[in-house]
């Protein structure tokens, strides 16, 4: 709708998670290189964390486009809220294994025939999990178990798994030291700096079309999409993609830092929280004055049943 008023031939804010897309800060030049390392090298079992929107999803779709060149064999779960038994089904299902009416255990026996076949052929094959802060701790024992799949050379099955900083939480706990123990690589993504923000901008705009950021966006307006995403590149997508509906309805060349302002309150961005905290408060102090009124009222009736009591004493 916005394209041609500001001559874009494709849409530069999209949210969903496209390779071509893909900034190149060096924290994620460095995770895309560790997670192809990890894997190329049979090196196991490699985690990549990050804050909800920094790219971890487009980081694992890079990875795997890279590695669909070098004849690997995959299976993406991006819904890990399985049980064990789903859990071996959907990554045997997958690769393409049968899986109809099987336990557990032959699941893993044919599995494991898999692995040995491209083992023998030199291929690479790879189980990735997406949202793995998800992982219950039987899972997270499953895919312990999976890392058992060797040679005495080397791995047979690469693991990554890409989640939420929860998911370090989870691997740090004492019940998963073994795990723990496995993981080859680590990496982590971090908010976008404001030169890096208004380099992720630039980018996409000169992908759809655009010669330059400053050409669309203001230099306080990328300033102000800086201080209401904080450097999340999803935010940042959002509140981009909102900013030019907005301009284009305004009639507007460029976009300015007021128009930014008005799609971040529209969004809402920065105000749930502080709603939801004082709405919180309220509530507490609502029940603590309504229990209290209760106490009393409860401590009366005692004293009027006392009063009772004593007096029926006396009288008797």
């Known amino acids: ?29 460095e995770a895309l290189a560790s997670l192809y390392y990890g ?24 990875l795997l ?44 026996h044919v599995l494991n025939g898999f692995l040995l076949q491209r083992h023998q052929k030199g291929l690479t094959t790879i189980l990735v999990v997406d949202e ?23 791995k047979l099955l690469q693991i990554v798994l890409a989640g939420q900083p929860e998911l370090d939480q989870k691997l740090d706990s004492h019940e998963l030291r073994q795990l723990k123990q496995r993981i080859a690589l680590r990496c982590h993504l971090d908010a976008l700096s404001l030169n890096e923000t208004r380099e992720y901008m630039g980018r996409r705009l000169q992908i759809a079309g655009a010669p330059a950021a400053g050409e669309i966006f ?10 209401h995403s904080r450097g999340i590149p999803r935010l940042v997508n959002t509140v981009c993609e909102n900013a030019l509906l907005s301009g284009y309805a305004k009639h507007a060349a460029t976009i300015t830092p007021e128009i930014i302002d008005g799609v971040a309150r529209d969004l809402r961005l920065g105000v749930v929280a502080v ?10 102090k609502e029940q603590e004055q309504s229990e209290l009124l209760l106490a009393v009222k409860t401590l009366l009736e005692v004293r009027d049943r006392m009063q009772e009591a004593e007096t029926k004493g006396r009288l008797q």
Do not use: C, W
């Open 1 to 29: 709708m916005y394209k041609s008023f500001y001559n874009l031939q494709r849409n530069p804010f999209e949210i969903t998670p496209d390779p071509s897309f893909l900034f190149p800060t060096t924290r994620h030049n």
């Open 39 to 62: 894997v190329t090298a049979h090196r196991g079992f490699v985690v990549l964390t990050g804050e909800v929107g920094t790219g971890k999803t487009l980081i694992l779709r890079s």
């Open 65 to 108: 486009g890279l590695l669909q060149r070098r004849d690997v064999a995959f299976a993406l779960i991006f819904n890990p809220t399985l049980s064990p038994l789903e859990f071996m089904r959907y990554i045997a299902g997958d690769f393409g294994l049968p899986v109809t009416g099987k336990a557990k255990d032959e699941l893993i």
């Open 132 to 154: 793995a802060h998800h992982l219950s701790p039987e899972i997270l024992e499953e895919i312990r178990l999976l890392t058992n799949l060797e040679t005495s050379q080397q």
């Open 218 to 227: 203001s230099g306080p307006a990328i300033e102000a999409v800086f201080r």
């Open 275 to 284: 709603e939801q905290k004082n709405s919180g408060a309220r509530l507490s």
